[in-house]
Nanobody, 117 residues
């Protein structure tokens, strides 16, 4: 099995920054993508950003482009999400997931991000 543990969430004022981390352990795959998603109260889970283990350009939701940066440390099996210029609408529970063969089958428990106005 795969275990994903997120950390780094918290309460921040609008305009502030946070850095989320997601550490993976357990079963490994030769090729996969790690992504960040978020879910606000009463809303569907939405895609935020993703990066392939093999490299290449990461990709982002339009709502976070230019403000969030996803990166990874393959040696540590860890993916990061640097979030700058945070807005109240970024408030959500942030999850990381692993996509293998086109499906996100593995998820962490989430870390709460709250942005006050």
């Amino acid at each position: 099995q795969v275990q994903l543990v997120e950390s780094g969430g918290g309460l921040v004022q609008a305009g502030g920054s946070l850095r989320l981390s997601c550490a993976a352990s357990g079963r490994t795959f030769s090729s996969y993508t790690m992504g960040w998603f978020r879910q606000a109260p009463g809303k569907e889970r939405e895609f935020v950003a993703a990066i392939r283990r093999s490299g290449g350009n990461p990709y982002y939701a339009d709502s976070v482009k230019g403000r969030f940066t996803i990166s990874s440390d393959n040696a540590k099996n860890t993916v990061y999400l640097q979030m700058n210029s945070l807005k109240p609408e970024d408030t959500a529970l942030y999850y990381c997931g692993i996509e293998v063969a086109g499906r996100y089958d593995y998820w962490g428990q989430g870390t709460q991000v709250t942005v006050s106005s």
